[in-house]
C-alpha cells in the first residue's frame, strides 16, 4: 500500500483524523508518515487525501543539500513517475504547486489526515486512486 520502499514495513491505511508524523523507517533509506504514538508502523495515504501540517513543512531540495521551508500548512498527497517502478512515488501537492517527495521531509513534523479522497464513480476514477503495487 505505502511507496515500494517500504513494502517490508509493517503499515495501515490512513484514516479520518489520525495524527501523523514524519520519519524515517528502520532498515530502509525512506521517510514517509507514522502514527504520531506508533512510529513503527507506516501510514499510508491515498492519492487525493488533503493532511494539515502543525506549521510550515520543511524538507530536503532535490539535491539533498539544503533545507527548503514551504510556507503552506495544507497538501494533498498524490504519486508521480508511476510509470518508473524504481523510484519514489509518494509526494505531497502544494497550493502553488510545489510538488515535496515524501522521503524528502524533515523528520519530526507533524500533521492530521483533513479528507480522504471520495469514492470513485468510475472504472477510470478508481485506477487513477490505485496506488502502486509490489514490484518484482
Do not use: W
Amino acid at each position: 500500500m505505502c511507496d515500494y520502499s517500504l513494502l517490508h514495513i509493517q503499515s495501515r491505511a490512513a484514516q479520518v483524523g489520525d495524527r501523523l508524523v514524519s520519519t524515517s523507517f528502520q532498515n530502509t533509506i525512506s521517510r514517509g508518515f507514522a502514527a504520531a504514538g506508533d512510529l513503527n508502523t507506516a501510514v499510508c495515504l491515498l492519492p487525493g487525501t488533503e493532511i494539515a501540517f502543525d506549521g510550515a513543512v520543511e524538507h530536503e531540495n532535490h539535491l539533498g543539500s539544503a533545507i527548503v521551508r514551504q510556507p503552506a500548512t495544507v497538501a494533498r498527497f498524490r504519486q508521480v513517475d508511476t510509470a518508473n517502478p524504481y523510484v519514489h512515488h509518494d509526494a505531497l501537492e502544494f497550493p502553488d504547486g510545489a510538488i515535496v517527495l515524501l522521503t524528502k521531509l524533515l523528520q519530526g513534523q507533524h500533521a492530521t489526515v483533513l479528507q480522504l479522497p471520495a469514492a470513485p464513480r468510475s472504472a477510470q476514477e478508481a485506477d487513477e486512486q490505485k496506488r502502486v503495487e509490489t514490484v518484482a
